[in-house]
């Protein structure tokens, strides 16, 4: 059934109480800061490392949505508010307004064919043009509705769905669904909030956008943020996230894209707001931060790419190498309207000359994962507690990951074995890295690399040493 979000009884709720506790409300705590919770230490000589071994790739894409191109809305609406900024004093009504379904599908079907992953925004109201889950004016609905299936029945088994919040530009009134008459910084999603917001304020506005989406039959595990969104209520939003996903949709483990680490900085996702550990009731909100900035064709599609900065043509220089090669998580970033670059296409091209450069050198060293799979990765990395008993370890996970990978210092005598719900899984045994699956083992020098899938809850990995 299709729920209107201004007659959502979560924002009715905030309406009418202000700064009531509707998170208690709903049965999430609340907390003024990222919260710190004692995490499990593995014991001495066993190694919880990445997903078969493997280094986590993903392709994050901001400004996406139906139809609507982002750049061309958007400027004059920016320009509105910053008058005097050159950015957007283009001519911006010579760029089309569509980027239409059919580079949607030249664009996901590349991608499928090569393997490649990550997260694709649906913003929900873009620019103000029109309502997903109703109508975009300027399209026919027969237009709109096929071009969320093409992202149903194309996009989804490769991507995460987000919201990049509600419009992207204007600030919605939760009141009256409408953006607010004031234009200025204080009423643009890419700077809002400018003032101090609660908990319950930021969880009520993203629940909006999550709900439009969730009644466009799109499935949302976390939320991305446009521009400075919430830049002055970082801890807040981190677990507004968490209370909102989780409200609408239930999510086993929220999850959000803010940040950009292209610096020295680690791009290893964070757990933040974790609570419950130890019990059934594991509260927690995942931040994962991009690796490399926008360097294709922009968010207007406007410039050209200067794409050896992710990787040159045989992957010995750029970002994405060093990122590779230094062992942490590689998460490329890009703008959709600089993917279709205005009718030109020389974004996409540029990045499936960066994808292929890549999968050249690194193909047995990587895994293209979603979003949500990093996520889900990351928190059974982080909290799954394993104790050394008589023949390998117990292992108490809090949720479940396929794909889990632990190294072990020396050498089994005979083959390692999964143990859980009463039936025992022997792990079969590879000769090299690159053959590492779920179900598999490698000896690796004086270390034995175990791979499979976790299973929520009580489980052993038997592990008996030579």
Sequence with gaps: ????????????????????????????????????????????GVEVIYPRGRVPLSFIIDDSTCLVNIGHFCTPQFLSCYPDRPEYQKDWKKWPREIPDAFVREFGEWCAEHGVKGKYSIVPNPACVGWMDRELPGWSR????????????????????????????????????????????ATMENSYPREKKSVDE??????????????????????????GFGNLVKPELSLAVQQSVRDVYRAEIPHFFKYVNTGKESTEPTIEHLSGLGTDN???????????????????????????????????????VDLIQRGEPALMLCHWPGMYSNGTKEGFN????????????????????????????????ELTSLRAIDG????????????????????????????????????????KR????????????????????????????????A
Excluded at 202 to 227: F, H, R, S
Excluded at 365 to 381: G, N, P, V
Aim: charged fraction near 20%.
């Design 1 to 44: 059934m299709r729920t209107d979000p201004v007659q959502s009884t979560r924002r009715q709720f905030l309406a009418t109480t202000g700064t009531a506790l509707a998170g208690a409300a709903i049965g999430f705590p609340l907390r003024s800061s990222v919260a710190q919770e004692v995490r499990p230490v593995p014991p001495k």
């Design 142 to 185: 027969s237009e709109l509705q096929s071009s969320l299936k093409l992202v149903r029945d194309l996009m989804l088994p490769n991507w995460d769905i987000h919201p990049e919040m509600i419009t992207h530009t204007r600030v919605i009134d939760l009141k009256t669904g409408r953006p607010f008459d004031e234009i200025s910084p």
């Design 202 to 227: 930021l969880a009520a506005y993203l629940a909006y956008a999550l709900q439009i989406l969730k009644n466009c039959d799109l499935p949302c595990e976390g939320v991305t943020t446009p521009g």
């Design 282 to 320: 594991v509260n927690l909100t995942v931040n994962i931060p991009a690796g490399t900035g926008d360097w294709f064709g922009g968010w207007q599609g406007d410039t050209t790419s200067d794409w050896q900065r992710y990787s040159n043509d045989d992957a010995t220089e750029g970002r994405m």
């Design 350 to 381: 540029s990045f499936q000359r960066v994808v292929t450069a890549l999968d050249r050198r690194f193909r047995d060293q990587t895994i293209w994962m979603k979003l949500s799979e990093i996520a889900r990765y990351w928190a059974a990395k």
């Design 392 to 431: 390998g370890f117990s292992m108490d996970a809090p949720f479940a990951a396929p794909g889990f990978t632990v190294k072990v210092k020396g050498r089994p005598a005979a083959n390692p074995a999964v143990v859980a719900g009463g039936s025992t899984k022997p792990l079969r045994k590879v000769s």
């Design 434 to 465: 690159a053959e590492l699956v779920a179900g598999t083992w490698l000896a690796d020098g004086d270390s034995t690399i175990a791979c499979f899938d976790l299973p929520r809850g009580s489980s052993q990995l038997k592990f008996a040493q």
